[in-house]
């Protein structure tokens, strides 16, 4: 802790940094109002996959930046899980170096340009700006800047390949290609280690490609970081599931000396209630799948995607956010959100919340589906809803919600997508039975070294946190990465 | 990748492929099937392992056309390759020494049916196979069915060739011949649903292969669920194989045509740009 803080103020007081600081007086740059994030008009983008955010200009991120104190106690720092240098990124933003800003995001984060569009940055960085805590205003943008930064260095093509280390002919591998693994594998590629990515899909990238639609993350921006990954010597095998393909043994027995486990918390739930089963009622993952992995949508796309005029979507997170916004665009008239609990818990990101509600999504809060009702075909025609009320908070913290009785009402949905959260993908720890797990099927892990409780396999991302967020999943492949490289090294000494 | 090494026709509509994949020809046993996808934006669906050479690392699966995408695998010619083939995918067939077994395949459920034979013989049980079809030419590997059979009974609707009669015929005079210990149902679902019944009034343990829809197979899209006393499972990961006894067949039958209207239409489309099977699909 002190020698990060003794690291953070001696660059803190670099020439550049004391000049940038004084060119504008901090009350000037206080008054500064936050940019505005550029985006497709709402009427048009429902009608395509566009991206809804266009980025800033050149323009818009300086002046934006310039707005960052470059305060000597960063506390916007502590807010981030991998403890991004903001002050210093944002600042070489305002001086122009936008590709030097790209660098310090990569001292510490893998994808920042996934991480610039994704992150709950309301809740992380942003929650803890000075702007937020003290002024009360808005705070500096964080995100739209990471995002800024790390696209200038993607179009520039100049995407910096980090230095490695001298191969040292050690195997390893990696199970799942989502954030967690992706930045695992390019940091033990980094210190000189063989690294293969096995990848139960027949697509790498996990979430980023069959989960979070192009609309929101276009699916270049993580290509041309898987691309940089092979360009380091990742080597990449889709199409193989470990633990089917090939057990943990047999990959031993080929060489590999020890394996990190990122293979998510991808099995969707359902709620168990009447109907359920019908025709039209999906889970989120199977819906986003068909349109983002299998490109459902498209016209010379062989995989078919039920659609209806009528679509609800049970659920509050970005997954139903996700799935209900994508509704919309494959031409629903209706598209509705039902969340049990109100507008305040939801644990959407605030801007899809917000970008969903410019796009007509309707928002029945304080209700909850109890059954399914459906035609001689077996297709959902409607579901009864029940109202709900908020009672004492749980054990979350949140106010449970209670059903009031007597308050159930009919909706007409053709389409429903279940969006109630997602357990733990079980095929590796089901394959390795000395694997310590825990009830909720989550793996094992030491809080520090994520080493699980087989030594030379470790695990991070959202199959020990259950779901997560991407920038926590990315932080776990980096800090098991050095764990695993330090067991190795003693390992192999 | 996954080249395709030999080819043969057993109708017009079923055909037998060779395909290099030594990794899964290693890993894979009886009852577990591979997830396949032709063309970058092809779907991807399942077909049962109906046998493997691990020595030289191939698989053998048995497909019969219905709709674009088993249509596309069977236009691919020897040489050609599998864009994207995974596996080996669901839970392995509990096979053990039980005694008498009554095996039931109707249809191209046979090829799935071929490698559970074969292992519940060699696992030193007495197999009474019974195979049905709507016609003669649509009866397949009755030759390598009978190889691991103590007694073959085949069934036609129309009498073409064995016994005329439904599956459940066949399977009415084994059970009135002897004690069965276990019965095993692979085939359409409406089959399965009658031959189930028909087990059951019988008090005969009875398991069936599932052929849901399924996307991914893995387990992450729930497209493959279904009823099992009561519970929803996927048959992806939980099966394919379950008590034939508990499943919600109606349940089964209304999903599984989910998407016909949609399959049917993509299918005419397809056909009328490939006039000639042979060709080679975009
Ligand atoms: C629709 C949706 C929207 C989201 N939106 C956001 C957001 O806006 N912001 C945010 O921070 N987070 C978001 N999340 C959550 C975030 O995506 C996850 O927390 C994150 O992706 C977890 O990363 P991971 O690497 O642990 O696993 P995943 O991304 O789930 O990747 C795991 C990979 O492992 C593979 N795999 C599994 N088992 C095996 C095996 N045995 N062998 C080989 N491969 C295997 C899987 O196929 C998968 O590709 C969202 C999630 C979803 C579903
Ligand atoms: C575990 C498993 C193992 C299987 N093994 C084999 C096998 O060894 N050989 C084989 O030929 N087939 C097998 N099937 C069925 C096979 O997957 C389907 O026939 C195939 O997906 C149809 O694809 P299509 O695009 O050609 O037809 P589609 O256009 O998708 O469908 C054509 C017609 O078939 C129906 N249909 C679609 N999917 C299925 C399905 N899964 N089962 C039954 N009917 C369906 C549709 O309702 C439609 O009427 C298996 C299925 C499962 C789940
Ligand atoms: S990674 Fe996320 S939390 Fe950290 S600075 Fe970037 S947006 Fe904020
Ligand atoms: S096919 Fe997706 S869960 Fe079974």
């Known amino acids: ?493 | 990748m996954y080249e395709i090494l030999s080819k043969e026709f057993f109708s017009e509509n079923v055909v037998k492929l060779v395909i290099h994949a030594p990794r899964i020809a290693k890993a894979r046993r009886a009852g577990h099937f591979v997830i396949l996808k032709i063309g970058e934006k092809g779907e991807r669906f399942p077909l049962t392992i109906a046998g493997a050479d691990r020595e030289n690392g191939t698989i053998t699966l048995v497909v019969q056309k219905v709709g674009v995408s088993s249509r596309k695998l069977v236009a691919l010619e020897v040489g050609e390759c599998i864009t994207d083939l995974v596996g080996p995918l669901g839970q392995a067939t509990h096979i053990e020494h039980k005694g008498t077994i009554l095996a039931c395949g109707g249809g191209v459920g046979v090829a799935p049916l071929l490698p559970i034979v074969e292992a519940y013989k060699k696992a030193g049980n007495r197999v009474i196979t019974v195979i049905a079809a709507r016609s003669k030419d649509l009866i397949i590997l009755e030759d390598q069915i009978k190889e691991f059979s103590d007694e073959l009974i085949v069934m036609t609707d129309d009498g073409s060739h064995g016994q005329k009669g439904l599956v459940t015929e066949g399977m009415e005079a084994a059970i009135a011949r002897e004690k069965i210990d276990e019965a095993i149902i692979i085939g359409p679902a409406v089959m399965m649903k009658f031959a189930a019944m028909c087990t059951k009034k019988h008090n005969i343990p009875t398991m069936v292969s599932l052929n849901t829809i399924m996307v991914d197979g893995t387990g992450m899209c729930g497209a493959c669920r279904i009823t099992v006393a009561g519970k929803t499972k996927f048959v992806c990961v939980d099966g394919p194989e379950f008590d034939a006894h508990q499943v919600d067949f109606d349940e089964m039958l209304l999903r599984l045509n989910g998407y016909k209207e949609i399959e049917k239409a993509a299918e005419s489309t397809y056909l009328n740009l490939n006039t000639d099977s042979c060709q080679i699909p975009s």
């Open chain 1, 1 to 493: 802790m002190e020698e990060r803080d003794t690291y953070l103020k001696s660059e803190r007081s670099q020439p550049w940094r004391e000049d940038l600081r004084k060119l504008i007086s901090n009350k000037e740059r206080t008054n500064m109002v936050r940019v505005k994030m550029n985006e497709v008009d709402a009427q048009v983008r429902i009608k395509s996959y566009v991206e809804v955010n266009s980025g800033l200009s050149m323009e818009q991120a300086q002046l934006e930046a310039s707005r960052c104190i470059d305060c000597p106690n960063p506390t916007c720092i502590s807010g981030c899980p991998v403890e991004i240098n903001i002050p210093k990124f944002v600042k070489r933003i305002e001086q122009g170096e936008f590709l030097e800003a790209a660098k310090v995001l990569k001292e510490t984060s893998t994808l920042p340009a996934v991480c610039g569009r994704v992150c709950p940055q309301e809740k992380q960085c942003e929650a803890n700006c000075f702007y937020t805590l003290k002024l009360k205003k808005e705070p500096v943008a964080i995100g739209f800047l990471e995002r800024f930064a790390a696209d200038y260095e993607q179009a520039s093509g100049e995407i910096s390949i980090p230095e490695i280390k001298e191969k040292n002919g050690v195997k390893v591998g990696c199970i799942g290609s989502g954030p967690a693994g992706l930045t695992f594998a390019g940091e033990m590629a980094k210190s000189g280690y063989e690294v293969t990515v096995f990848e139960a899909l027949h697509e790498i990238g996990g979430v980023l490609k069959y989960g979070i639609p192009e609309f929101r993350l276009p699916n270049r921006v993580v290509d041309v970081e898987i691309d940089a990954l092979k360009r380091m010597g990742v080597q990449f095998e889709t199409n193989f599931i470990v633990g089917k393909t090939a057990t943990i043994e047999d990959l031993k027995e080929e060489g590999f000396q020890a394996f990190f486990a990122g293979s998510g918390a991808g099995l969707p739930r359902f709620m168990g209630i009447p109907g359920e089963n019908y025709l039209g009622i999906l889970s989120s993952n199977e819906y986003l799948t068909r349109i983002n992995l299998m490109h459902a949508a498209e016209l010379d796309s062989d995989t078919p995607v039920l659609s209806g005029k009528n679509v609800m979507v049970i659920g509050g997170g970005n997954t139903a956010m996700d799935s209900v916004r994508t509704a919309k665009r494959l031409g629903a008239t209706r598209a509705m959100i039902v969340y049990r609990r109100s507008m305040d818990e939801m644990p959407a990101r605030i801007e899809e919340i917000e970008h969903a509600k410019e796009e007509g999504i309707e928002f029945m809060t304080l209700a909850n589906p109890i059954e399914y009702f459906a035609d001689e075909k077996g297709r959902v025609k409607s579901v009864k809803i029940q109202k709900m009320e908020l009672g004492e908070p749980d054990a979350s913290g949140r106010r449970r919600p209670i059903p009031m009785e007597g308050s159930e009402e009919i909706i007409e949905a053709e389409t429903v997508v279940v969006s109630v959260g997602v357990s733990p993908n079980p095929i590796v720890p089901d394959s390795l039975p000395d694997l310590e797990t825990t009830k909720w099927g989550t793996i094992v892990v030491n809080p520090d070294s994520l080493q699980s409780s087989i030594p030379e396999m470790f695990a991070g991302g959202d199959i020990v946190r259950g779901g997560a967020t991407v920038i926590l999943a990315m932080g776990d492949g980096r800090r098991a990465a050095q764990a695993m490289h330090k067991y190795l090294t003693n390992k192999n000494a």
